[in-house]
């Protein structure tokens, strides 16, 4: 497998992400910020974070086929959220839960979580972007 993904002794052992990834291939990806657009660009899921999470998450997995990949080559995640405060949690575990039910995984790869105060246009709630290794 090109990606090995931990939690190490000594860190705090997270449920819904690993602390590290070990990345062992020889093709690196990088994708673009994914946000809640269908593939005419229209917005999925206005106003509901959980929809957007869902949306990018299965816009990655599509980008990922497309570089001959999958969720399990994901190294890195990185979230930015607009107006994040705790209380979304739950929502973007429930985007990410029906989306790794559609696609079929466990998307657990080391993550960042960011908020934000805004994004490209204001219908846009969620944008997540991934680092993927491949053989």
């Known amino acids: 497998m090109t990606i090995t993904l931990v939690n190490p002794g000594g860190l705090p052992e997270i449920d819904v992400y690993r602390q590290v990834s070990i990345a062992s291939g020889s093709k690196l990806v990088f ?13 999925i ?4 974070l959980a ?6 998450y299965l816009n990655i997995g599509t980008a990922l086929a497309a570089a001959g990949g999958s969720f ?5 995640l990185t979230v930015y959220v607009v107006d994040w405060t705790p209380d ?7 985007g990410i839960s029906r ?4 696609l079929g995984v466990t998307p657990v790869p080391p993550a960042t979580l960011l908020g934000v ?4 246009i204001p219908d846009h709630l969620v944008e997540i972007e991934a680092t993927a290794v491949l053989d």
Not at 45 to 48: P, Q, R, V
Not at 51 to 56: K, L, N, T, Y
Not at 72 to 76: C, P, R
Request: glycine content about 10%; some cysteine; proline content about 2%.
């Open 31 to 43: 994708i673009a910020g994914q946000v809640a657009w269908d593939t005419e660009g229209a917005v």
């Open 45 to 48: 899921g206005e106003g509901d």
């Open 51 to 56: 929809a957007q999470v869902e949306q990018c």
């Open 72 to 76: 399990d080559d994901v190294a890195k």
């Open 88 to 94: 979304k949690m739950p929502l973007l575990l429930e």
């Open 99 to 102: 989306a790794a039910a559609k």
């Open 117 to 120: 105060a805004a994004l490209d």
